[in-house]
């Protein structure tokens, strides 16, 4: 009786083994989605609607599955990303933390520039902290448009940044301004004795396989300008983004600390800005949009339509560049949430 019973599980095992190979090899060579015509309305709205709209590129699964260029731009063409720079100096903040250079988010500002508080300090100026800043909540009346004139006119921008009046206590009112990230590459500058530029070569830019040859605007003692100015092209904008999916990973390397991730891109203060969502620590939050909440989408975005959309329910990244905006153009920010999500996400 065993022989009959063993070759009848030996026969169950085989076929079993059979069905399994053969469902591996239907899921390989099931049809993609062709993302051609997943994005056919979205191609279709820039060009009718968008005339600044440079690029748009979608990854998804690691692949970048589209890719389309407008008005004589191409892969090649490097792009003033403008306040995606600030999601770039957020994450070498998170890396400068990681390395103990700065001993944590809590860290006060006059412990990393005492030189520039030895006159006196304002009013709760030696109450502000590194996350203060990075989420845009520190106080500096730099919302008064005087204030942020005459510290971009100044001879030292960090210096006349700090020397200004608080208007609210540090952690409770949220004001964006490119100021106020700037203070963060001054933090990278002295925690780190190399320009921000020159650290984010070594610490992400190379990492990933970016061009080391980039344009990154300075203040008078050469600071690359922490708010904007950071040129990019839309494929290293999409390995950025990639990066951030795959929670600070590159090519099993990890880049930018796992938990830095987390909390860069959950909410860290209230944000409501330019009609964005609430604001983490250099990326905004697709939550003020209804049909979408549910998603956990965040994205970097640059004035005049600069974007890095993360969407990790999907695996997915999405990416557009536009030229500055020279006349009155509509926020491309509409293609994404109009346009792509609907047709990426057809149940949302």
């Known amino acids: 009786m065993k022989k009959p019973i063993m070759s009848f599980l030996m026969v169950g095992l085989f076929l079993l083994v059979i069905v399994v190979i053969m469902m591996l090899k239907v899921q390989k060579n099931a049809p993609q989605a062709d993302f051609t015509k997943v994005f056919l309305k979205a191609d279709q709205e820039i060009k009718a609607a968008y005339p600044n ?20 731009m191409d892969k090649a063409v490097s792009n003033n990303v403008m306040s995606v720079t600030k999601s770039v100096i957020s994450a070498l903040i998170g890396i400068v933390i990681e390395e103990g250079k700065i001993r944590g988010i809590d860290e006060k500002l006059v412990e990393i520039f005492p030189e520039y508080y030895a006159s006196g300090l304002q009013p709760l100026a030696d109450t ?3 996350k203060h ?11 008064n448009p005087q204030n942020a004139y005459d510290v971009v006119s100044s001879e030292n921008w960090i210096k006349a940044h700090l020397e200004l009046p608080l208007y609210a206590k540090p952690g409770t009112e949220f004001y964006y301004s490119n100021q106020t990230t700037h203070l963060l590459s001054g933090v990278i500058t002295k925690t780190t004795g190399m320009k921000a530029l ?33 040129h990019l092209t839309p494929r290293e904008m999409v390995n950025f983004g990639l990066m951030y999916l795959h929670n600070g990973q590159w090519k099993g390397q990890q880049i930018i600390p796992e938990n830095w991730i987390k909390l860069s891109t959950q909410k860290q203060s209230a944000g409501q800005f330019f009609g964005y969502g609430s604001y983490g620590y250099g990326w905004w939050m697709l939550d003020n949009d209804p ?51 609907p047709a990426v996400n057809p149940h949302s």
């Open 198 to 230: 020159n650290y984010a070569n070594l610490k992400i830019f190379q990492p990933l396989g970016m061009d080391s040859d980039k344009q990154w605007g300075m203040d008078p003692q050469g600071n690359n300008i922490g708010g904007i100015e950071l």
């Open 133 to 143: 800043v990075i989420s845009m909540t520190d106080g500096f009346a730099i919302n």
């Open 128 to 130: 502000i902290e590194l």
């Open 53 to 72: 709209v440079y690029s748009l590129l979608a990854a998804k699964d690691d692949k970048l599955v589209y890719e389309n260029y407008y008005h004589g």
């Open 291 to 341: 049909r979408y909440t549910d998603q956990s989408i965040y994205y970097a975005a640059g004035y005049g339509g600069q974007y890095i959309f993360v969407m990790p329910k999907q695996q997915m990244v999405v990416v557009m560049t536009a030229e500055l905006p020279t006349g009155n153009y509509p926020d491309p920010i509409k293609v994404f949430t109009d346009y792509i999500m």
